[in-house]
Each structure stands twice: as structure tokens, then as C-alpha cells.
Nanobody
Framework: QVQLVESGGGLVQAGGSLRLSCAAS????????MGWYRQAPGQQRDLVAR???????NYADSVKGRFTISRDNAKSSVYLQMDSLKPEETAVYYC?????????????WGQGTQVTVSS
């Protein structure tokens, strides 16, 4: 059974930093892309950052220069360093992992971790 366990969310003042972590377990096959999405109340879930197995990254324009995504393939983990946080970035942040096994692609979501940025 695949599990994505997220941690690192919480309450921070505007301008502060948080580091999110997501550890995947129970994966069969290889992990391809790993990423983070966020969803504010009443809003759609949007991509924040994504990293491929080879280390290529892409970011939402709004977070470029402030957020950094990284991964540790040996630990099946992905991280999101968030600096200079803004109140409008208050949302539930979700880990997302894609895998490949038996000629089939799979996608999994974490349970989400709340990030609240106070003004």
C-alpha cells in the first residue's frame, strides 16, 4: 500500500520560512516526478513545484526565487523549502508522486499539510 507522509506545515508570520517534507513508502517500481501542489479554501489545487527523477525542476511563477524543491531518491522523499512566505500562500499543501511499474504510470497524493501565513 502506497503512503505519502507529509510533515513540516504550520503557522508562520509573513516573511518567514517553512520546510515541507514528504516520504513515500510502499512504492512498487520507480518513482518519476515528485511535486507539491496547494489548495486554498474555495480554490482549485495548483502546482507549486515539481522535480523529475533526474533533478529538473519547474515552479509556479509566483514562487520562483523564494521556494526550492529538492528530492532524495534513496529516501523516496521530496522537500519544499519555502522562504519569504506571504499571507496569500495560506493553503493545504499536497505532495504528489508519479510512478512507473509494469508499463503503467500511477499517481498518488499525500493527505495534505496546512500552511498558514499570518500578516
Amino acid at each position: 500500500q502506497v503512503q505519502l507522509v507529509e510533515s513540516g506545515g504550520g503557522l508562520v508570520q509573513a516573511g518567514g520560512s517553512l520546510r515541507l517534507s514528504c516520504a513515500a513508502s510502499g512504492i512498487i517500481g520507480s518513482i518519476n516526478a515528485m511535486g507539491w501542489y496547494r489548495q486554498a479554501p474555495g480554490q482549485q489545487r495548483d502546482l507549486v513545484a515539481r522535480i523529475t527523477r533526474g533533478g529538473s525542476t519547474n515552479y509556479a511563477d509566483s514562487v520562483k526565487g523564494r521556494f526550492t524543491i529538492s528530492r532524495d531518491n534513496a529516501k523516496s522523499s521530496v522537500y519544499l523549502q519555502m522562504d519569504s512566505l506571504k499571507p496569500e500562500e495560506t493553503a493545504v499543501y499536497y505532495c504528489h508522486v508519479t510512478t512507473f511499474s509494469g508499463f503503467t504510470n500511477y499517481a498518488y497524493w499525500g493527505q495534505g499539510t496546512q500552511v498558514t501565513v499570518s500578516s
